[in-house]
């Protein structure tokens, strides 16, 4: 029973802290595509937002994940460390774009070009996530 509603709040803070992801990507491409005083006032909330709700969000994500993979013996399986890989990269990604976002707001800094294709490699790995975490399929 306690698997279960761990299992549960782990699906909600993931839902949160996506969310935060992929907004973090959409106003990075944005700002890198045309910069305007809107879309810096929009990276500056996003900023705050990110502060007080998706990082806290990842931190609960990595908590209940690892307590999820001690209760249910699956550290070890394959689909788990493709997993673990994927949210290492996500997590790393977000703390880059945290910090491009910060040079944004505070310094007017353009982000990189590459933030560009940030939604799609998140949104993509954020789906092979959901599907090794559903289907465990090796």
Do not use: C
């Amino acid at each position: 029973m306690v698997y279960v509603w761990i299992k549960a709040l782990h699906v909600a803070v993931v839902l949160v802290w996506a969310g935060g992801l992929l907004a973090q990507s959409m106003v990075l491409s944005s700002l890198s595509r045309s910069p305007s005083d809107q879309s810096t006032l929009l990276a500056n909330r996003l900023r705050r937002w990110d502060s007080r709700v998706t990082s806290p969000a990842l931190l609960l994500v990595w908590t209940l994940g690892i307590s999820l993979a001690v209760l249910g013996q699956s550290f070890g399986e394959a689909w788990l460390m493709f997993k673990l890989g994927l949210v290492i990269f996500l997590s790393g990604l977000h703390g880059i774009k945290a910090g491009i976002l910060r040079g944004a707001v505070v310094s007017g800094k353009a982000p990189p070009s590459w933030t560009r294709w940030s939604p799609v490699v998140s949104s993509a790995a954020l789906g092979v996530i959901a599907i090794l975490a559903v289907a465990k399929p090796f």
